[in-house]
């Protein structure tokens, strides 16, 4: 196979500029430039036709399409004759499918330079409708608790006792490394200042009242709104994707009753339990430090750890995370059933999950840290 | 009390949509639809890839709110329902979604059950019972414990009609039915269609483009076509074949493109 391909053109006497195509064209070794050419039909004004000669032409793809299509494109702008007639058959009518369609008006997607303010107003705009979803959504999610109070939503029982299992049951050996390693960070970052003090002792009261009041609740809740908060989300859109929402819809069930509240409830139920386990373990990953490093004893950490912290502390944290619980499975379930109808959608929908879940929970972690100071607690 | 006069030949109509505008936003899909489905009939949504056809069966099930317009269930506006007389008259209707929509977290027996559970007062046995008795009706006998993922397409979809006909529905709609089936399942299920339609005494709306399918079972349709955003042509599918005055009908009937059908008109 010859390398040695490309073109070359002469102009004849009666002012047809003859294209020649030589060798064998293939897609593989480019496409020759085109700006030769359009130089010279740019210089030369007064071309009557461009014609094509093919004799050595030894073998062609997709590559001379491209080419002749890019010749016929130039005749058209210049209103010069293109004479198809050199051009291999199969060339010739390749070139009249691809013509035989007129462009759809209106079907390029013209690239429009927006001014800044005018992406600031659209940003808005959209950030508004979202809103209203969102608030739309919470105000039927109220509705379904309301019916659920009264006994009267309708859900699969055996969904809820599989959601519980999975984010109950399930979550615990990643909520067991989390929390130990939380505990043991807390541990060292408050061993390093009291040990200058002598007062080794107070990293029990440390680590046990940040455990229970702030870090064990907060934890599980990112730890949830990763694992849980996404699969929500990723379960909702697929169930979208395939209809089976819609197919819920018009057999007379709500998607909110059906999918999400089962979802709320079995987070509600779980993350207090999780987060007292963490809240546990965390102090276990401090005790380690105490007894391995600072020469305390088991009975004199956890005596400590006892005498620190209240009954208040522990139930503080534990309402916080049933909060955080609801905040990650709404924002799960909610970009699950925004999802757009395509896979990549979904996983925008599950990313998105996460994102929001996240921010949810800090947010309402700095609010409760306010509310709690204002309230003493 | 909606003001159409009843045909001549004494079929009532089951389905009116009137002035119906479809719309994305500010994009107009389709503008002022009118048609009438009447008791009984097989009625075919026609059209090119993209006209719209299954958005308008969304409509008509409540999926989608209008922009503009109602739809009728014979004196009364679904559209304008209140939630409750809405449901009561969703449950008349039996919907094959294009996919299947299956749930895909219960087995087929759970799939219908469900439906059966809500909405009568069979007792666990007897919708056991009714739930395997709707799947040997689409031929699916001894799959009751099947999860959908465990079946094929075609089993899918039948499962999904055996689900649109668990509480015996007067309307039962179809998107696409033989999208993604073979041409032997495609010709089954297209007669498993009228039969049902017989012995149900139902009124069929299908979503389609299968020629074949057209001709086999419609005896009334609509033609939308998205370039003058409404209805070309209505009638039977074998009446537009050989008398539509539209060459675009004409050719989409033909399977041949628009200037074959100019040139050899009726």
Known sequence: MSNDYGFSFVQTQEGTLVIRLVGSWRLRAGIPSFADLQGKVASTGMLKRIGFDTRDLTGWDSSILAFVSKVSELCRQRKIPMDREGLPVGVRKLLELAEAVPERKGARREVEKTSLLERIGTKAIGATDSLTEMLAFLGEMTITFVRLLGMKARYRTSDLVLLIQQCGAQALPIVTLISFLVGVILAFVGAVQLKQFGAQIYVADLVGIAMMREMGAMMTGIIMAGRTGAAFAAQLGTMKVTQEVDALTTAGFSPLEFLVLPRVVALILMMPLLCLYSDFVGVLGGAAIGVGMLDLSWTTYFHETANAITLTDIFGGVFKSSVYGVLIALSGCLRGLQSGNSSSAVGDAATSAVVTGIVAIVVACGTFAVVFYVLGI | ?266
Not at chain 2, 8 to 20: C, E, M, S
Not at chain 2, 63 to 77: C, H, K, T
Not at chain 2, 183 to 204: K, N, W, Y
């Open chain 2, 1 to 266: 009390m909606i003001g159409e006069a009843i045909p001549a030949n004494g079929a009532k109509p089951h389905i009116t949509v009137r002035d119906l505008t479809m719309a994305f936003g500010s994009f107009v899909l389709m503008r002022d639809l009118n048609f009438t489905v009447n008791h009984g009939d097989v009625f075919i949504i026609m059209g090119g890839s993209g006209s719209g056809k299954s958005t308008l069966l969304r409509h008509l099930i409540g999926l989608i709110e209008p922009a503009r317009g109602d739809v009728f269930y014979g004196d009364e506006n679904f559209t304008k329902a209140e939630p409750a007389q809405r449901q009561e008259l969703l449950r008349r209707m039996g919907v094959l979604f294009q996919t299947g929509g299956l749930w895909s977290s219960m087995t087929l027996a759970e799939n219908i059950g469900m439906l059966l559970e809500e909405y009568t007062q069979l007792n666990p046995t007897e919708i056991r019972e009714v739930a395997a008795l709707k799947l040997a009706l689409v031929g699916l006998k001894g799959f009751e414990d099947y999860y959908p993922s465990q079946i094929s397409g075609g089993m899918q979809k039948r499962a999904g009609l055996a689900r649109a006909m668990a509480l015996d529905p007067e309307v039962l709609f179809f998107d696409e039915p033989s999208a993604g089936l073979d041409p032997i399942s495609s010709r089954l299920l297209d007669e498993l269609i009228l039969e049902l339609r017989d012995s149900l005494g139902a009124t069929v709306v299908v979503v389609t483009h299968e020629l074949a399918s057209i001709f086999t079972i419609g005896n009334n349709s609509v033609f939308l076509d998205p370039e003058t955003k409404t209805v070309t042509a209505s009638g039977h599918p074998k009446e537009l074949l050989a008398h539509c005055p539209d060459p675009k009908v004409r050719a989409f009937l033909r399977r041949e493109t628009v200037s074959e059908s100019l040139q050899n008109p009726g």
